[in-house]
């Protein structure tokens, strides 16, 4: 009864998700192995996709042709892009997910995806032969066995949830933990680390007063995130901001010896970026209010999710902060809030193909590498799922490079400098070629490998390049297209508060002023105005920016210089002289691929890469 | 790459001071120290690390003594140059260094190349690249204020002060980089004309690194000062009087000077070579000709020039010339022969110096000397005040322009509009020229100090 697969994918969380499909839309026979096939894409944490630095992430894999993207499209109630007062690099989609309608949708597809199967089971170990991975075994003896396994497991390892004293073993609220794996992978030689997360506690929105409260609508009409959805045909439904008071501040301050965190039960770090209310009010006491964002879970249900107040103090406290808060003043928990231990994997343990060092044919993806966030999660999976296809294939791994995408940087970082005890997030100012990965051309960027590997439609590819040709086009006459300075001409550009022209100017010309943006022009070219927005916004990007987009990709070129200086595998770095002890450490650790990954290694001197190069030198003339 | 043999110099410059100092690294150091060092009272063993030992060199073929030393071994990594490291301090005097310097290279070791121990340091990871730069700068230091520049710099001090700026971009980026990832938090940033006020306080405190790059460079280079002036007003005994000592011929018949004469005198520090010339006056003369237009060149390669003029005689067309010839120069008049009776028109000094400084010494007494000194100097550290540090390097002051033409650019966006991300832009690329001189520090500190400023999530 022993069943044999291509690739076995341990989790179908938003890793796992992308894993699996890209894996068996590829082409290969795939197995999800999930503790709850109710619970496909779940949203353990708050209802949105998106954000800063993650929206971007969510845009590469649609464009690699990976499923977050659209699955958000189909159930989203609210879409906002984020920095629009800011340029285009920096310019973000979020949105606001309908849960139940999300995780729906996602098994669905899931369910009708070709060579694709789905079975409930806990994993308790891996099967591991010569140190190649060979299949999975559950809690009940079946096994199953796959030339390639990708874990995704989330915060299931050892799940360990607390609120207030009390804390019992499950891999989030109303689900089992994976008690077995980690240990199986301990066994193997793993480093195994703890991180800690929270979440809000659930509010019954029939028991909240909005009015109270300041309602915030999405955009009109909502963007959306997959470049191949037309339109968003969900209703559109408005979030709602409240805040945090003295006395909010006062009833968690005087029960901080109640929660995990402080009276010492956690240990471990939780993201600072996504701080529970009692760590910020610690941290920055002198904050009057903190602001609470009201989130539907759904259009279906009366579950709220109020963004901010992430805890794990005891119901009783709970109930009685989120009362002293402005319209929650009767408000009734459904589910209260809580911290969660979990194992993690140190991500160093990987290679940038996201394959374990230790063991062959294994791929870690997602929160087991320390990442936090569904958006981090997919992006690792995608990649998991191609490059477990690829090895199979026996071609190269897929590696981005960090002036490719924020897929790139994140990996990158993942497997050159860890989590070092924290949660990794996305953040823009994680890319230092910021300019050149924008949501709006993930397209231009990655679409066209996506269908070279065999993942990203036809369809998607051909309209990728009708894109490009057309921004051609079109930045082309705008360099062309002259306007003169009438008097109708400068009158609309004192409507838009910008200089009147002197002379002939062009119309690229003028879009290079701060002020003046692709719409704002659309009255002086019938074509501008009659070019679909998307195209517009590329090719104002491409003028506006064209200086420093030029400055990254010099920088770009500079450091390629590095990145292609690879270090053989079979470097024994105890040889190579005048390396101090700790840079020997980490390079034989890490064992980076090239010159440049190891100069971003923390704490690797200036020093010792010139060593290394020296190295590298003498070792080719031998 | 450098084989790890052992490398051996005198470490002292010649000639200089009663002790002399030899030194030697790499793995025979030892060994060497123990077979041509003998220590007082016969004593034998190990010589102990980090520690002076008395006794004398000897040959231990002849046993012939060469000198009575201290002698300091220093065991690896705790050394210079993170090798095994032993130094001999022997009397002063360029024989008797030179006699150890030769019998440790018998037993084995190799004359070093000029800065290879500071290399060995550098490639030891002893050294950042600033500070063995300095290093390097040290050896070549003439003088005790150039010295104590480049130790200071061998010491951090330009890392450390570089480092500063560097915290304070830091805080501003953070400002940048918080409105753009965290665009949802309530948290308080500063406006775009604050960012802008302290983007150029701090650029300004880079463009004071660069210019005391001039400073450092005529501490460490020395200026070069001519003296200039029609044949016979003084101009050597004035170069003789700065020296102290009688060193160039001195005749009454004009023109005795052909040769360009140069000696280096310490301003306070700041190492001066004085070039004292053939006269420059119109002549017919074929040999004296080509020396005139040879001190023309030199005056115009020069930092500064002292002009010559005799005080005891009318002015001619020839003291004219002389000036006009170094109306663009920074130049310091002195008026020669205040001993004698003054016959020069001090009406028509002032106007054709114009607001060049004058004064007044007579050579062959002495006197107004060290006014003349001190004028010289300041006229060649043109600055207001000393700076806290100088820059003597000028790959640091490349990389300080690269820093200041960010930053310029910076505060240029910010008030032109332009988006925060563009802002970003230009501090990161000033942030990478101050990370030029101090080396590479990785990008997260931006996140982890926005964590530590802000209350960020929600």
């Known amino acids: ?42 949203m353990s944490c708050n209802p949105a996709i998106g954000g800063i630095g993650k929206g971007h992430l969510v845009k590469e894999i649609d464009a690699l042709g990976g499923e977050m993207a659209r699955a958000i499209d189909e159930t989203g109630i609210q879409f906002r892009i984020l920095n629009t007062k800011k340029g285009p690099a920096v310019r973000a989609s979020r949105a606001q997910a309908d849960k139940a309608l999300y995780r729906q949708r996602m098994k669905r597809v899931l369910e009708n995806c070709e060579n694709l199967t789905l079975r409930q089971a806990s994993v308790e170990r891996l099967l591991v032969e010569n140190g190649r991975v060979e299949g999975v075994e559950t809690q009940i003896g079946e096994r199953f066995y796959g030339q390639r396994t990708i874990l995704t497991t989330g915060t299931f390892l050892k799940g360990l949830i607390h609120v207030g004293d009390k804390n019992y073993s499950a891999g989030r609220a109303g689900d089992f933990a994976a008690q077995g794996l980690s240990d199986s992978l301990r066994e193997l030689g793993f480093k195994i680390g703890r991180l800690k997360t929270g979440t809000c506690p659930r509010l019954d929105g029939r028991t909240i007063d909005f009015s109270k409260t ?34 909010t501040h006062e009833v968690i301050r005087s029960s901080l010896h109640r929660s995990p965190m402080y009276s010492g039960t956690i240990k471990s770090r939780g993201p600072r970026y996504c701080p529970s209310i009692e760590d910020k009010i610690v941290r920055f006491a002198d904050k009057g209010r903190h602001q ?72 870690h993806a997602g929160q087991i590498n320390g990442t936090t966030g569904y958006e981090e999660a997919a992006a690792q999976g995608i990649m998991a799922g191609i490059n477990a296809v690829l090895s199979i294939r026996g071609e190269e791994p897929l590696i981005f490079s960090r002036d490719q995408a924020y897929i790139g940087v994140l990996i990158d970082d993942l497997v050159t400098k860890g989590t070092d005890g924290e949660p990794y997030r996305m953040f823009t100012s994680r890319a230092e070629y910021r300019l050149l990965l924008r949501e709006d051309n993930a397209d231009l960027r990655l679409t066209e490998i996506g269908h070279r590997v065999g993942l990203a439609t036809l369809e998607a ?34 409507a838009l508060d910008s200089a009147p022209l002197r002379g002939a100017t062009s119309l690229a010309q003028l879009l290079r002023r701060p002020e003046v943006s692709a719409p704002d022009l659309a009255g002086f070219s019938s074509t501008l105005e009659a070019t679909p927005a998307a195209i517009a916004l590329q090719a104002e990007v491409e003028i506006k920016y064209h200086g420093y987009i030029q400055r990254q990709l010099e920088g770009v070129q500079r450091s390629k210089n590095l990145e292609a200086l690879r270090l053989p595998e079979d470097i024994d770095y ?19 691929r090239s010159l440049g990954q190891a100069s971003r290694i ?7 890469i010139s060593l290394l190069s020296i190295y590298l030198k003498k070792r080719k003339l031998a | 790459m450098y084989k790890e043999d052992t490398i051996a110099a005198i470490a002292t410059p010649p000639g200089e001071g009663g002790v002399a100092i030899v030194r030697a690294s790499g793995p025979d150091s030892e060994r060497i120290a123990k077979e041509i060092f003998r220590r007082s009272g016969g004593r034998n063993g190990a010589l102990r690390s980090h520690t002076l030992h008395y006794g004398t060199v000897q040959n231990p073929e002849s046993d012939e003594t060469l000198d009575q030393a201290l002698v300091v071994l220093m065991r690896k990594p705790r050394s210079y140059t993170g090798e095994d490291v032993f130094e001999v301090h022997c009397h002063g005097g360029p024989l008797v260094a030179r ?87 309530e948290i308080e940033l500063l406006q775009r004309n604050q960012l802008a006020g302290k983007i150029g306080a701090l650029k300004e405190k880079v463009s004071e690194l660069i210019a005391s790059y001039e400073w450092g460079r005529l501490f460490r280079d020395g200026a070069r000062v001519c003296i200039a002036g029609r044949p016979n007003v003084g101009k050597s005994s004035l170069l003789n009087a700065l020296l102290g000592e009688e060193r160039v011929i001195v005749t009454p018949v004009p023109g005795t000077t052909r040769d360009v004469v140069e000696e280096t005198i310490n301003l306070g520090g700041l190492p001066v070579a004085l070039s004292d010339m053939a006269g420059i006056r119109e002549t017919e003369d074929p040999v004296e000709k080509i020396g ?54 001090s009406g028509w000094v002032a106007a054709t110096a114009g607001d060049k400084p004058l004064v007044s010494v007579s050579a062959k007494q002495g006197l107004g000397l060290d006014k003349l000194k001190q004028q010289l100097r300041n006229l060649l550290l043109n600055l207001p005040s000393e700076p806290p540090l100088m820059v003597t390097n000028l790959r640091h002051k490349v990389a300080l322009e690269k820093g200041e033409r960010a930053l310029t650019a910076a505060m240029e966006a910010i008030r032109d509009g332009l988006a925060p991300e563009l802002i970003g832009v230009e501090l990161q690329e000033a942030k990478d020229g101050l990370e030029e001189i101090i080396g590479a520090v990785t990008n997260d500190n931006i996140i982890e100090r926005i964590f530590e400023s802000f209350c960020i999530g929600k």
């Not at chain 1, 990728?464 to 300075?485: A, D, F, H, I």
């Not at chain 2, 002195?334 to 003054?342: E, T, V």
């Open chain 1, 461 to 494: 590819y051909v309209r990728t390049q009708n894109k490009k040709t057309r921004v051609g086009e079109l930045v082309e006459l705008l360099e062309r297209s002259v306007v003169s300075p009438t008097e109708a001409a400068n009158a609309r550009l004192e």
């Open chain 1, 602 to 608: 923390a704490g690797l001197t200036p020093v010792a």
């Open chain 1, 1 to 42: 009864m022993d069943k044999r697969y291509d690739v076995i994918v341990v989790g179908a969380g938003h890793a796992g998700i992308e894993a699996a499909m890209a894996s068996a839309r590829m082409g290969c026979q795939t197995l999800m192995l999930t503790l709850n096939l109710d619970h496909i894409g779940q």
């Open chain 2, 99 to 185: 006699a150890i310097l030769e019998l440790i290279l018998v037993r084995g070791a190799r004359h070093a190349e000029p800065g290879e121990f500071t290399k060995r340091a550098f490639l030891n990871g002893r050294l950042d690249l600033a500070q063995a730069e300095g290093v390097l700068d040290l050896i070549r230091a003439r003088t005790r204020k150039g010295m104590s520049l480049a130790l200071d710099q061998a010491q951090g001090g330009l890392s450390k002060w570089v480092g500063e700026l560097r915290e304070e971009l830091l805080d501003i980026l953070v400002q940048v980089e918080a409105s753009i990832d965290f665009p949802e938090e």
């Open chain 2, 292 to 345: 005139v237009e040879f001190s023309l060149k030199r005056v115009e390669a020069a930092d500064a020039t002292l002009v010559v003029l005799d005080g005891s005689a009318p002015h001619t067309a020839e003291d004219r010339s002389v000036l006009e010839a170094v109306r663009q120069k920074r130049t310091l008049v002195a008026i020669n022969k205040s001993d004698l009776p003054q016959a020069i028109d």
């Open chain 1, 292 to 363: 609470i964002f009201l989130e539907p879970e759904g259009a279906d249900t009366v579950e709220i999710y109020p963004n901010g107040l992430s805890t794990s103090l005891p119901l009783d406290v709970q109930i009685e902060m989120v009362r002293s808060i402005e319209g929650l003043e009767r408000a009734e928990i459904m589910r209260p809030g809580y911290a969660i231990e979990y194992d993690y994997a140190e991500p160093t343990q990987l290679y940038p193909s996201l394959e374990t060092k230790l063991v062959k044919r294994l791929y």
């Open chain 1, 574 to 592: 105890a040889v190579v002289s005048g390396l101090s002890r700790e840079a020997r450490e980490k390079l034989s650790r890490i064992r980076p």
């Open chain 1, 214 to 247: 300041q309602p915030q609508k999405g955009d009109d009409p909502p963007q959306p995130f997959s470049f191949s959805t037309e339109r968003i045909i969900q209703k559109q439904v408005p979030c709602y901001i409240t805040y945090t008071n003295s006395r």
